[in-house]
T-cell receptor, first 112, second 113 residues
């Protein structure tokens, strides 16, 4: 089955700097890769996703890149703000109704 | 995306008791799932809640411990039975939004004493 590795487990950046979180997956059949943000006491919120037919996707300050050959994908947050502080999870799905497999999460702290 | 209401939001329970968590969605959805998030950990799928039939459980989770109901396309319950402190976790309801998108409720924070 699918296995998703996520790095780093914790990340601290200065406000205004960029943050990058990386994930690798094992199942070459996976073709859907979402990212979630979880704030304290809340459920995970879908913030961006990418499919295997696309190499990069951007939404304002966040972007996701995918390298299918290397089986890794990354989340990029530019101009970080204190409200970006949260735990971020990557996930992968082989498609269809197959449930998502999640990485272990990255705790991002943005220092003002 | 669908609005997912989950309750209770948190509870403190005594060991040996059971707790039923409810998940209500504001629109009909085909796929509903229950996840567990242990303290400081990632999300682990417990089961897929199938409408009108028995839930499909992942390895390591059994129906006797986590019975699930799905009476219609907008509602599901998860029961945590005969609880022990190891069951202390956040339990999350999630629904498929089409095109593999998955959305989560706000979760139930369970503490077992």
């Amino acid at each position: 089955g699918e296995n998703v590795e996520q790095h780093p487990s914790t990340l601290s950046v200065q406000e205004g700097d960029s943050a990058v979180i990386k994930c690798t997956y094992s199942d070459s059949a996976s073709n859907y890769f979402p990212w979630y943000k979880q704030e304290l006491g809340k459920g995970p919120q879908l913030i961006i996703d990418i499919r295997s037919n696309v190499g990069e996707k951007k939404d304002q300050r966040i972007a996701v890149t995918l390298n299918k050959t290397a089986k890794h994908f990354s989340l990029h947050i530019t101009e970080t703000q204190p409200e970006d502080s949260a735990v971020y999870f990557c996930a992968a799905s082989p498609s269809g109704n197959t449930p998502l497999v999640f990485g272990k999460g990255t705790r991002l702290s943005v220092i003002a | 995306s669908a609005v997912i209401s989950q309750k209770p939001s948190r509870d403190i329970c005594q060991r040996g008791t059971s707790l039923t968590i409810q998940c209500q969605v504001d629109s009909q959805v085909t796929m509903m799932f229950w996840y567990r998030q242990q303290p400081g950990q990632s999300l682990t799928l417990i089961a897929t809640a199938n409408q009108g039939s028995e839930a499909t459980y992942e390895s390591g989770f059994v129906i006797d411990k986590f019975p699930i109901s799905r009476p219609n396309l907008t509602f599901s319950t998860l029961t945590v039975s005969n609880m022990s402190p190891e069951d202390s976790s956040i339990y999350l309801c999630s629904v498929g939004g089409g095109n593999e998108k998955l959305f989560f409720g706000s979760g139930t924070q369970l503490s077992v004493l």
